[in-house]
């Protein structure tokens, strides 16, 4: 499953996908990873949850990006969600189309079974209508 909670910057995205995964890290039977441009958050977060800084890993397009969640899902069977703060600065989209990538999390988080939830510095009216379906907060 992938859902999305859009909005422009300065909505509100980061404080929902901190809360929602704080609270998810105490009902969820396996772990939990969240992605992020940055340590920035590092104390929000609860000491069960994984954080990435991506910035480290020099990733530089959505190719190199899915490659790396692959990675990440190849290390850890007990994955169960992966937050994605700064979707589009983290899978290298800021001025691509996220259809695609958004589809090959999809195919990903099936066969792996591992949910993602991405946080979209985009109003909905600026989405491609494939990833609509996708949203579950506008901000």
Same mark, same amino acid.
Request: charged share 25%; glycine share 6%; proline share 1%.
């Given at each position: 499953?992938?859902?999305?909670?859009v909005?422009?910057? &300065? *909505? &509100?995205?980061?404080?929902y996908? @901190?809360? *929602?995964? $704080?609270?998810?890290?105490?009902?969820?039977? &396996? $772990?939990?990873v969240?992605?992020?441009?940055s340590?920035?958050?590092?104390?929000?977060? $609860?000491?069960?949850?994984?954080?990435?800084?991506?910035?480290?890993?020099?990733?530089?397009?959505a190719?190199?990006?899915?490659?790396?969640?692959?990675?990440?899902?190849?290390?850890?069977h007990?994955?169960?969600?992966?937050?994605?703060?700064?979707?589009?600065?983290?899978?290298?989209?800021?001025?691509?189309?996220?259809?695609?990538?958004?589809?090959? @999390?999809?195919?990903?988080?099936?066969?792996?079974?591992?949910?993602?939830? @991405?946080?979209?510095? *985009?109003?909905?009216?600026?989405?491609?209508?494939?990833?609509?379906?996708n949203i579950?907060?506008?901000?």
């Amino acid at each position: 499953m992938v859902q999305m909670i859009v909005g422009n910057k &300065g *909505k &509100g995205k980061t404080k929902y996908l @901190l809360d *929602k995964v $704080n609270s998810e890290i105490k009902e969820v039977a &396996g $772990n939990i990873v969240y992605l992020d441009k940055s340590t920035k958050h590092m104390y929000e977060l $609860n000491n069960k949850i994984r954080l990435i800084d991506v910035s480290e890993f020099n990733l530089e397009n959505a190719s190199s990006f899915i490659g790396f969640i692959c990675g990440i899902i190849s290390q850890d069977h007990d994955l169960q969600q992966m937050y994605f703060d700064s979707f589009l600065k983290i899978a290298a989209l800021e001025d691509g189309d996220i259809a695609a990538t958004v589809e090959k @999390l999809e195919k990903i988080s099936t066969q792996f079974g591992v949910d993602f939830i @991405l946080s979209v510095s *985009k109003d909905e009216t600026e989405l491609p209508e494939s990833v609509k379906k996708n949203i579950v907060i506008s901000l």
